[in-house]
């Protein structure tokens, strides 16, 4: 598997603090960082002003609208990324996102482990062996 050519795929594509988790086995474990341009702060909060009664701001506001409407957005746009280096490397990857931070809801992280087409891979174990 070409590690460094897709951990620098994945940087070149806007991706941030990209970096390979050292992992056991075979696969490549990547952890990484969607940051979220200011467009996409101000839609989640137009969406969270249209759809909400909450107050703006509010623990709930953000809770409850802009959060999930960035999450779906962050897993929309890394799920294309990881497809398009499956193709590109023609390797086998799952990904998951971890929680948004109430108070900083800037960034989303992520973590993607690759394995050859024919390399089965469980992500529960792999997150289970790297205590996360």
């Given at each position: 598997m070409k590690s460094a050519e897709i951990i620098k795929f994945l940087t070149e594509n806007e991706l941030s603090e990209v970096e390979e988790v050292k992992y056991k086995s075979k696969l490549l474990v990547v952890k990484f960082y969607y940051d979220f341009d200011q467009a996409e702060i101000e839609a989640a909060k137009a969406y969270a002003n249209e759809e909400s009664d909450y107050d703006v701001d509010s623990k709930e506001w953000i809770a409850e609208y802009v959060i999930p409407y960035l999450n779906d957005l962050a897993i929309d746009n890394v799920?294309?990324?990881?497809e398009e280096a499956m193709e590109n490397f023609e390797v086998e990857g799952q990904f998951v996102a971890f929680d948004i931070d109430l108070n900083n809801y800037t960034y989303n992280e992520f973590l993607v482990v690759f394995g050859?087409?024919?390399q089965a891979i469980d992500l529960d174990e792999v997150m289970d062996d790297l205590n996360l």
């Open positions: 799920g294309e990324i990881v050859s087409e024919d």
